[in-house]
C-alpha cells in the first residue's frame, strides 16, 4: 500500500512536467513556418512549380524554399524561433517531419538563425548541409553554403556543434560565440576560427542593407510582401559591434585682411 499511495504524486509530477513542456516541442502545435517580413523574389515549390510567397503566408513541412538575386525573408516557427534566408538560397524546410530537430536542409546560400529557448532550458534543432551537420540548443548563428563544397559556419550567441555530413568518424566541433568553422566536401574537420572584428557579421549585414535599400528605392519603403521595410527606409542598423566614423575637422578661420 505504500508503494501504491507513493507513486500517485509520482505520476502526478510527470503529468504536470510534460504539460509544462511548450505544445510545439510535444508535436502538438502546428508545424508550419509563416513569412514574417519579406522582399524581392522568393518562392516556394509546389507541384513541381515555383509559387510567390506574400508577408502571411505559411510554408509546410518539406517545402523547397527559393530565393531570387534580390530576394530576402525572415519565417517564424510555432516556438517562435526565426529563420533568415538570403538571396540566391535554396532550401527544404523540415524534411524529415516525424523528427521536430531536423528544421532546415540548406542546399546552397546563406541563412540566419534564432533558435529561442524555454525558461532557459535547451531547444534542440538541427541543420544540415551537402558538407555539414549543425546542432543546436538555442542560440543565433549563419551558415553560408556554397553547394557541394564546402559550408561555414559562424556564432553569434550561445553555442553549436558542428559534425562533417561526409565524414562522421571525426570528432565534432563545439563554437561558441564569436566562432566560425569552414567545413570543406573532402576534409576531416579544420580548427575552428575567431571572427575578429566581426568581418563575417559585416558581410551579411551589407546584403542586407542592400536589399532593404534597394526595396525602399523601387516600392517607396516596402516590401515586395507588402510588409513595411525595418527602419521606415533607412539602413538597419548592423549586428556587431561598429563605431560610426568620427566627423571630418573643422575648417580653419579664415585668413585675416591685409592691413
Same mark, same amino acid.
Given at each position: 500500500?505504500?508503494?501504491?499511495?507513493?507513486?500517485?504524486?509520482?505520476?502526478?509530477?510527470?503529468?504536470?512536467?510534460?504539460?509544462?513542456?511548450?505544445?510545439?516541442?510535444?508535436?502538438? #502545435? /502546428?508545424?508550419?513556418?509563416?513569412?514574417?517580413?519579406?522582399?524581392?523574389?522568393?518562392? !516556394?515549390?509546389?507541384?513541381?512549380?515555383?509559387? @510567390?510567397?506574400?508577408?502571411?503566408? #505559411?510554408?509546410?513541412?518539406?517545402?523547397?524554399?527559393? $530565393?531570387?538575386?534580390?530576394?530576402?525573408?525572415?519565417?517564424?516557427?510555432?516556438?517562435? #524561433?526565426t529563420f533568415e534566408v538570403y538571396p540566391n538560397s535554396r532550401l527544404v524546410f523540415r524534411d524529415n517531419p516525424g523528427n521536430w530537430k531536423d528544421l532546415l536542409d540548406v542546399f546552397i546560400g546563406k541563412v540566419k538563425l534564432h533558435v529561442q529557448r524555454f525558461g532557459g532550458q535547451p531547444?534542440?534543432?538541427?541543420?544540415? &548541409?551537402? &558538407?555539414? +551537420?549543425?546542432? !543546436?540548443?538555442? $542560440?543565433?548563428?549563419?551558415?553560408?553554403?556554397?553547394?557541394?563544397?564546402?559550408? $561555414? @559556419?559562424?556564432?553569434?550567441?550561445?553555442?553549436?556543434? +558542428?559534425?562533417?555530413?561526409?565524414?562522421?568518424?571525426?570528432?565534432?566541433?563545439?563554437?561558441?560565440?564569436?566562432?566560425?568553422?569552414?567545413?570543406?566536401?573532402?576534409?576531416?574537420?579544420?580548427?575552428?576560427?575567431?571572427?575578429?572584428?566581426?568581418?563575417?557579421?559585416?558581410?551579411?549585414?551589407?546584403?542586407?542593407?542592400?536589399?532593404? @535599400?534597394?526595396?525602399?528605392?523601387?516600392?517607396?519603403? $516596402?516590401?515586395?510582401?507588402?510588409?513595411?521595410?525595418?527602419?521606415?527606409?533607412?539602413?538597419?542598423?548592423? @549586428?556587431?559591434?561598429?563605431? #560610426?566614423? /568620427?566627423?571630418?575637422?573643422?575648417?580653419?578661420?579664415?585668413?585675416?585682411?591685409?592691413?
Amino acid at each position: 500500500m505504500l508503494r501504491r499511495r507513493a507513486s500517485i504524486p509520482a505520476r502526478w509530477a510527470i503529468l504536470l512536467t510534460v504539460a509544462a513542456i511548450p505544445a510545439c516541442l510535444r508535436g502538438e #502545435s /502546428d508545424p508550419a513556418a509563416r513569412v514574417v517580413s519579406l522582399t524581392g523574389q522568393v518562392s !516556394v515549390l509546389r507541384d513541381s512549380g515555383p509559387w @510567390v510567397l506574400n508577408q502571411g503566408d #505559411s510554408i509546410k513541412p518539406r517545402q523547397i524554399i527559393i $530565393t531570387g538575386a534580390d530576394g530576402f525573408a525572415v519565417f517564424q516557427v510555432a516556438d517562435g #524561433s526565426t529563420f533568415e534566408v538570403y538571396p540566391n538560397s535554396r532550401l527544404v524546410f523540415r524534411d524529415n517531419p516525424g523528427n521536430w530537430k531536423d528544421l532546415l536542409d540548406v542546399f546552397i546560400g546563406k541563412v540566419k538563425l534564432h533558435v529561442q529557448r524555454f525558461g532557459g532550458q535547451p531547444n534542440h534543432n538541427r541543420v544540415r &548541409t551537402p &558538407t555539414a +551537420v549543425i546542432s !543546436v540548443r538555442g $542560440t543565433i548563428f549563419n551558415v553560408d553554403v556554397e553547394g557541394e563544397e564546402a559550408t $561555414t @559556419v559562424l556564432v553569434e550567441e550561445g553555442q553549436v556543434e +558542428v559534425r562533417h555530413m561526409l565524414l562522421p568518424q571525426g570528432s565534432p566541433k563545439l563554437l561558441n560565440a564569436g566562432e566560425w568553422i569552414r567545413v570543406y566536401k573532402n576534409q576531416p574537420l579544420a580548427a575552428k576560427g575567431f571572427d575578429k572584428g566581426s568581418l563575417m557579421q559585416r558581410a551579411l549585414n551589407a546584403v542586407r542593407e542592400a536589399i532593404w @535599400v534597394a526595396s525602399t528605392r523601387t516600392s517607396g519603403g $516596402t516590401s515586395a510582401g507588402g510588409a513595411p521595410v525595418p527602419g521606415g527606409g533607412a539602413s538597419p542598423p548592423p @549586428v556587431g559591434d561598429e563605431k #560610426s566614423p /568620427d566627423p571630418p575637422p573643422a575648417p580653419p578661420p579664415p585668413a585675416a585682411p591685409p592691413n
